[in-house]
């Protein structure tokens, strides 16, 4: 699975040229759908739509089957469909191609414009239910990506040792027979040696954790989600004096890893999450609702836009389906709303979005119920 990083989403928020084509389908992780290419007969059904609307731009033929050939050549790769989360999110331009298989379901759409069209990916970067799992152990390490529903494993085969002996050798053994681990599904160790052998033996395993830590801080190192240790209990204090995550979080799964299967590690994580996610979305819907008024939040898009250029929004909330389209003249701060679909119309909700997230703030898609304001389709909380 590609991994969504910031650099990556700062990478596609630069892209700016006369054609940008988002394209977001759901997709299924194994079952009859699979084996019926219900996924590739779903992208398929987009592709034919973007053709037909890049036809409608004046695009010749031979024009939008170069654009869209990267994209196409899935539809042949049986190995590529096998391999699939809940979602699947391809963007387009000329001499660029990007696919992101993630751990989200979209709904079947396609954009086009000058810009890629970002917004569904908001709550895997933002604090809206993302977070990580490290199962951690001597014999192996796995790294996961999860949200509220689901889970997708990380492969960090080239970025961290596989195990202890891949970083300290194969004499630790050797080194060690006096250490053993006593009830390790409950996470308790019991060293057979004292002294010098029991603190040498923590420090092999700090060393190798602190590689593990090393090879991770590549993917996280600009990220702010929550990452969820799961280890045997005596390993766990271990890792903390190794890690350089500052979003490691305080409680862990205890036990083996390797005796949950993966729905039970999801479920297991998701448990200690959850709290973390829910009231921070709740903190800042109540600030919101308390500065309404003050000029400190702002239901009008007028004002939200120039707000979220200047890097001043805090948080961001848009209504889960909707959006305005326009124009934003950033040179005059002049917002222009288009009632109808023009040529030149941009998505001033993906607009918003992006500024938002680039410079620091939280980004939510929700639900109408969850708004913190029932009058409007967009709302958002200052820093100052």
Same mark, same amino acid.
């Given at each position: 699975?590609?991994?969504?990083? #910031?650099?990556?989403?700062? *990478?596609? $928020? ?23 290419? #219900?996924? *590739?007969?779903?992208?398929?059904? %987009?592709? #034919?739509?973007? $053709?037909?609307? /890049? ?39 000329? @001499? ?16 086009? =414009? ?25 014999? =192996?390490? #796995? ?25 300290? @050798?194969?004499?630790?053994? !050797? ?21 010098? =052998? ?16 090393? =090879? ?14 799961? $280890? ?57 609702? %308390? ?9 009008? /898009? ?17 209504? +889960? ?9 950033? +040179? ?12 030149? $119309? ?12 680039? %410079? @620091? ?6 639900? !109408? ?16």
């Amino acid at each position: 699975m590609t991994l969504l990083t #910031k650099k990556a989403f700062t *990478q596609l $928020s630069g892209v700016h040229a006369p054609t940008c084509i988002s394209i977001f389908i759901p997709t299924h992780r194994a079952g009859q759908e699979v084996l019926e290419k #219900k996924d *590739q007969l779903a992208l398929k059904n %987009q592709l #034919k739509e973007v $053709s037909h609307n /890049l036809a409608g731009q004046g695009y010749s033929d031979q024009e939008v089957k170069s654009m869209l050939e990267p994209a196409a050549q899935l539809l042949e790769d049986t190995e590529f469909w096998r391999h699939q989360s809940d979602g699947l999110a391809l963007f387009i331009s000329e @001499g660029f191609f990007q696919k992101f298989t993630l751990p989200l379901e979209f709904e079947a759409a396609h954009h086009i =414009g000058n810009s890629f069209h970002l917004v569904p990916l908001m709550p895997l970067l933002t604090g809206d239910g993302r977070f990580f799992i490290l199962a951690l152990g001597l014999e =192996g390490v #796995k790294f996961y990506e999860g949200t509220k529903y689901s889970i997708a494993r990380i492969i960090v085969y080239d970025l961290t040792p596989a195990r202890l002996e891949d970083r300290v @050798g194969y004499d630790y053994e !050797e080194k060690f027979l006096q250490f053993r681990s006593q009830q390790e599904g409950a996470g308790h160790a019991m060293f057979h040696g004292h002294g010098e =052998g029991e603190a040498d033996h923590k420090n092999e395993i700090l060393r190798y954790f602190r590689a593990v830590d090393e =090879g991770l801080m590549q993917i996280l190192h600009d990220e702010r989600q929550p990452l969820v240790l799961a $280890s045997l209990d005596y390993l766990a204090p271990i890792y903390r004096e190794a890690n350089n995550y500052n979003h490691l979080f305080e409680s862990h799964i205890s036990g083996n890893p390797g005796d949950d299967d993966l729905m039970s590690l999801h479920g297991k994580a998701w448990e200690l999450v959850a709290p973390h996610f829910e009231s921070g979305r709740r903190e800042k819907a109540g600030a919101y609702q %308390q500065a309404l008024g003050t000029g400190k939040a702002s239901p009008d /898009l007028r004002d939200i836009l120039p707000a979220a250029m200047d890097g001043r929004i805090d948080a961001l909330f848009l209504r +889960e389906g909707e959006d305005v389209q326009g124009l934003y003249n950033q +040179e005059d701060r002049e917002l222009e709303i288009h009632e109808s679909l023009r040529e030149t $119309s941009v998505s001033l909700f993906n607009l918003a979005a992006v500024e938002t997230y680039l %410079q @620091g703030g939280d980004v939510f898609v929700v639900p !109408e119920k969850e708004m913190p304001d029932d009058h409007s389709a967009v709302c958002a909380l200052y820093r100052y």
